[in-house]
């Protein structure tokens, strides 16, 4: 940042009461229409993933034999008694593996994402602040993961681990989970590194540096604090390719296991009636898209809010 | 330049040899193998098979058999489709795989660019809101579910194009759209932002106060330099467009080698898919040199050293 933005910061701190950047970009992402719309479709998702089960008019593996009898051995259109969105065919009740399905995607967003810290952030960092050899090392090893293809990687680690004790929990999804993570954290740790080598420089690092503090709390305190805004950031927007990689999967039949079904595998299974019974695609295709979208709108709020340069760009 | 050039070829050597490393050892630590199949072979059979393919030898020796081969542009015998080479499906269905790719890289530029453009010229206008909205859905919407969705509008409802097949010019219709969708959507969002960046800088204040007319700082300045940055994403999105068409080419049963993929991963058809696993990488790798050295070509402010 030049130092005019600087003072011109400084000169608005003075005119409004207590304000830092978190609460700044706050202001800015409650301003920002389509990140409210973003948000409001993120805590839907979350709130449906914790509690849709409670909610869920059935469980998502119980079959109702009587009604797809009675109903000519086929799905259930939406709309049928005790069925708001209809069944598959063996009588499962649609929104019921929807609330489910919706449980699974909200589980991969977070978790690959935990995944991708926990190994993206470490590299990066030690890459940028060391500089140097292990700086060397460690962007070559990002060149080579960056190099497989990642869907086909996550498909063979898949497929590999499948039948380990690892590979059967949580019904197949940490498997999956781990796999997608193991795939995408280059881009954060290239992100960490690159926060790291323009901080490092700053005056505020020198001067941190002048009166003693030790490294371990530069980099804690001063480094990753100051050069999170764009983390965060790429982690937003690694949320919709995370659920968007697990729907694929799911769709080929990779992940997790019946009765279980993603929102992908539902669309795989209603793929089969697509004349008769659009419905069973269409409404996971919905889900989909309405959790891509949300995580898409927020994360591109978060970019606008967080750096103040792109500020009135939308 | 030049060396810098041949220091990033050499260096996919080394990251290809790595990428066949781990993938060649996962590949043996999935549990069952190529002659798992419904109908159990005989132990003695399965043994015969192991010693003629060389399986029975230790991991190293088979990845070194595998890599010799390999450097002498021998990609084994397919495990599954025992009659033929590796070396024989893959040049059978390459160009296949590389033709929708390129069909559908270059659809998303034509369409995705202008898309772009077409929104930051008319920003918060309706021409925003028009493209805006188209990439909003294509993001919004996997693969997977496009292709389902023209199926069901294009061949099924209204018959103009065929469901599956690759026999001629209306065959290749809608697997390049539905694999083209969602670049369509990240590219336009990119040339958008860029456009936009670009509006507010000084050069093009400069330009239009010197009284140079609407459409020539449009053309000239605007969409010249907002460009610059969109190249980055090109690679990348090949790369996608290339290696990420197997679902598209199952779905629509387009003969290229991606349908192949998870076949031989559960198939267990090791030589196979450490040719395809290889090929992609390679793909992937060459594809990001070649837009590092496109970006410094254009961008005469990058210079590599």
């Given at each position: ?27 800015r ?8 719309l973003g ?13 849709g089960?409670?909610l869920?008019?059935?469980p ?8 797809v ?37 909200v589980?991969v ?18 890459a ?5 050899r292990?700086d060397n ?11 497989f ?23 197949g ?5 781990v796999?997608?993570?193991?795939t995408?954290?280059v ?16 005056e ?32 937003t ?7 968007l ?17 993603s ?12 004349r ?14 309405l ?15 967080l750096?103040?340069?792109?500020k009135?760009k939308? | ?9 050499l260096w996919i ?21 190529p002659?798992d ?7 003695n ?14 991991l ?12 002498t542009?021998?990609l ?16 059978d ?5 590389f ?6 890289f ?14 930051a ?8 809101y028009?493209?805006?909205s188209?990439?909003i859905?294509?993001?919004?919407t ?5 292709a ?14 065929p ?7 209306q065959?290749w219709?809608?697997?390049t759209?539905a ?8 590219i ?10 670009v ?16 459409r ?52 267990r ?13 390679f793909?992937?790798a ?16 990058i210079?590599?050293?």
């Amino acid at each position: 940042m030049t130092t005019s933005a600087a003072s011109a910061q400084q000169a608005a701190v003075r005119e409004r009461p207590s304000t830092g950047l978190w609460r700044d970009a706050w202001g800015r992402l409650l301003k920002n229409r389509l990140a409210i719309l973003g948000l409001f479709l993120v805590i839907t998702l979350i709130f449906l993933g914790v509690f849709g089960p409670l909610l869920a008019p059935y469980p998502y593996s119980q079959q109702d034999l009587k009604a797809v009898l009675a109903g000519g051995h086929g799905p259930l259109p939406p709309g049928s008694p005790g069925h708001i969105l209809g069944t598959d065919q063996l009588g499962r009740d649609l929104l019921s593996r929807l609330l489910d399905g919706a449980r699974i995607s909200v589980s991969v967003a977070f978790v690959v994402q935990v995944v991708i810290i926990l190994i993206g952030v470490p590299i990066g960092a030690l890459a940028g602040w060391f500089g140097g050899r292990t700086d060397n090392f460690l962007m070559r090893f990002t060149d080579i993961i960056y190099a497989f293809p990642d869907l086909l990687f996550i498909i063979l680690l898949s497929v590999a681990f499948r039948e380990t004790v690892f590979g059967q929990a949580l019904d197949g999804l940490l498997l999956v989970f781990v796999a997608i993570g193991i795939t995408s954290w280059v881009t954060v740790a290239r992100l960490v590194r690159g926060q790291m080598l323009a901080l490092k420089e700053t005056e505020f690092v020198e001067a941190a540096r002048a009166i003693g503090v030790s490294d371990r709390k530069i980099v804690t305190r001063h480094l990753l604090p100051n050069g999170m805004g764009p983390i965060i950031v790429a982690i937003t927007l690694g949320i919709p390719a995370a659920i968007l990689a697990e729907a694929t999967l799911a769709y080929i039949g990779i992940g997790v296991q019946p009765p279980r079904a993603s929102w992908g595998s539902l669309i795989a299974e209603g793929q089969k009636f697509i004349r008769s019974e659009p419905h069973l695609v269409t409404f996971p295709a919905i889900a989909i898209a309405l959790a891509l979208i949300g995580f898409t709108f927020l994360g591109d709020g978060l970019r606008d809010a967080l750096d103040p340069k792109l500020k009135g760009k939308q | 330049m030049i060396s810098y050039l041949a220091r990033r070829i050499l260096w996919i050597i080394p990251v290809l040899f790595a990428v066949s490393i781990i993938t060649f050892f996962l590949m043996h630590a999935v549990p069952g193998g190529p002659w798992d199949a419904e109908k159990r072979l005989p132990a003695n059979v399965q043994a015969r098979l192991n010693a003629q393919y060389g399986l029975d030898k230790p991991l190293y020796e088979q990845y070194i058999q595998w890599a010799g081969g390999f450097v002498t542009g021998d990609l084994g015998p397919s495990y599954r489709s025992r009659d033929r080479r590796v070396n024989d499906i893959i040049g059978d269905g390459i160009a296949v795989t590389f033709q929708l790719g390129i069909m559908a890289f270059a659809l998303s530029v034509v369409v995705g660019i202008p898309l772009g453009i077409f929104a930051a010229l008319g920003h918060n206008r309706w021409p925003d809101y028009l493209s805006t909205s188209i990439s909003i859905i294509g993001i919004a919407t996997p693969s997977f579910v496009l292709a389902i969705l023209l199926i069901v509008v294009f061949s099924i409802g209204l018959g103009w194009f065929p469901t599956g097949g690759w026999k001629g010019p209306q065959y290749w219709v809608l697997p390049t759209v539905a694999l083209a969708g969602f670049p369509i959507a990240v590219i336009a969002r990119y040339t958008r932002a860029s456009m936009l960046e670009v509006t507010r800088k000084d050069y093009i204040r400069t330009a239009q106060s010197k009284g140079i007319g609407g459409r020539a700082v449009v053309s000239r300045h605007m969409i010249r330099n907002a460009l610059i940055p969109v190249v980055t994403i090109l690679g990348p999105t090949l790369a996608f467009l290339v290696t990420g068409s197997f679902i598209i080419e199952t779905i629509f049963s387009v003969p290229g080698i991606g349908r192949f993929y998870v076949s031989a991963i559960s198939q267990r058809d090791y030589s196979l898919l450490m040719a395809m696993t290889i090929l992609y990488a390679f793909t992937v790798a060459f594809l990001n040199v070649v837009v590092d050295v496109l970006y410094a070509y254009i961008d005469p402010r990058i210079r590599y050293s």
